[in-house]
T-cell receptor, first 109, second 113 residues
Framework: TQLLEQSPQFLSIQEGENLTVYCNSSSVFSSLQWYRQEPGEGPVLLVTVVTGGEVKKLKRLTFQFGDARKDSSLHITAAQPGDTGLYLCAGTTGNQFYFGTGTSLTVIP | KAGVTQTPRYLIKTRGQQVTLSCSPISGHRSVSWYQQTPGQGLQFLFEYFSETQRNKGNFPGRFSGRQFSNSRSEMNVSTLELGDSALYLC????????????FGSGTRLTVV
């Protein structure tokens, strides 16, 4: 059992659609991060959220940290083919750092 | 500024051989972590080094080892390679620790035949 479970595991949508990816845990995290990874490359940090209830926006991407700091979501508005990739949440709890199970997103032109 | 550099990018080895992978972190970053990524297991933590000391270790056999030099460059070594060691090995650096955010290298794709 992974400490950070992401859903859905796979997502295939048409260009222009909206989507939400979820990252859930039963543990409380001091901070959560979201990364995007393209095939054959390392993950790239998108955002870090540290306060319960915090919302951050990065162009068409909206990140939210749950009030209890046990979950987070990533919402993409009007998805584009360039958003295709593996999305990973990650965070620190109990002085240990964990990665989520990942969500593979494909945006079809 | 230069990113995290991993060498080599691709490697093919035979079962039973050993391999050494190299990672140069971002200048000024003192923490270097290594991850193994496979399609079935996702990102699995190998170990973390900070100021030449191993600060954390994941649940991998002793065949996997690493070290960090005084200039923060790091190497990881895998001895007696097995087919299941085929994976993308990623190095990540951060200023102090992971919750500041990692910068990853492009990885080394290791294939064991």
């Amino acid at each position: 059992t992974q400490l950070l479970e992401q859903s859905p595991q796979f997502l295939s949508i048409q260009e222009g659609e909206n989507l939400t990816v979820y990252c859930n845990s039963s543990s409380v995290f001091s901070s959560l991060q979201w990364y995007r990874q393209e095939p054959g490359e390392g993950p790239v940090l998108l955002v870090t959220v540290v306060t319960g209830g915090e919302v951050k926006k990065l162009k068409r991407l909206t990140f939210q940290f749950g009030d209890a700091r046990k979950d987070s979501s990533l919402h993409i508005t009007a998805a584009q083919p360039g958003d295709t990739g593996l999305y990973l949440c990650a965070g620190t709890t109990g002085n240990q750092f964990y990665f989520g199970t990942g969500t593979s997103l494909t945006v079809i032109p | 500024k230069a990113g995290v550099t991993q060498t080599p990018r691709y490697l093919i080895k035979t079962r039973g051989q050993q391999v050494t992978l190299s990672c140069s972190p971002i200048s000024g970053h003192r923490s270097v972590s290594w991850y193994q990524q496979t399609p079935g297991q996702g990102l699995q933590f190998l170990f973390e080094y900070f100021s030449e000391t191993q600060r954390n270790k994941g649940n991998f056999p002793g065949r996997f080892s690493g070290r960090q030099f005084s200039n923060s460059r790091s190497e990881m070594n895998v001895s007696t390679l097995e087919l299941g060691d085929s994976a993308l090995y990623l190095c990540a650096s951060s200023p102090v620790q992971a919750n500041y955010g990692y910068t990853f290298g492009s990885g080394t794709r290791l294939t064991v035949v």
